[in-house]
């Protein structure tokens, strides 16, 4: 799980079967003292993230266990961050 940003949206008018509700947003991964740390990327928000939001984010084989059947995503929102401390 990976920490992020939520930096826009995406919206796409065709999509594969079983993506049609699905929510895309552009995210910004960052490192623990939220600066980024890599290329943006596309994600599936399953929870509703707003522009701005932190939150905990899943990569590879593990993004698409959301959904049964599993989609084809290599990204997936799966919490929103409230609020973290973090000691070095």
Same mark, same amino acid.
């Given at each position: 799980? @990976? %920490? =992020?940003?939520?930096? *826009?949206?995406?919206? &796409?008018?065709? !999509? %594969?079967? =079983?993506?049609?509700?699905?929510?895309?947003?552009?995210?910004?991964?960052?490192?623990?003292?939220?600066?980024?740390? !890599?290329?943006?990327?596309?994600?599936?928000?399953?929870? *509703?993230? &707003?522009? =701005?939001?932190?939150?905990?984010?899943?990569? *590879?084989?593990?993004?698409?266990?959301?959904? $049964?059947?599993? %989609?084809?995503? $290599? &990204?997936?929102?799966? &919490?929103?961050?409230?609020? @973290?401390? @973090?000691?070095?």
């Amino acid at each position: 799980m @990976y %920490l =992020g940003k939520v930096i *826009g949206r995406i919206e &796409a008018r065709v !999509r %594969l079967a =079983g993506m049609e509700s699905q929510r895309f947003v552009l995210l910004q991964p960052l490192d623990f003292n939220q600066q980024p740390i !890599r290329w943006t990327l596309l994600a599936v928000d399953v929870t *509703g993230a &707003a522009d =701005g939001s932190l939150v905990l984010f899943e990569e *590879g084989r593990e993004a698409a266990n959301p959904f $049964d059947p599993p %989609l084809p995503i $290599d &990204a997936c929102i799966v &919490a929103i961050v409230d609020d @973290y401390q @973090y000691q070095a």
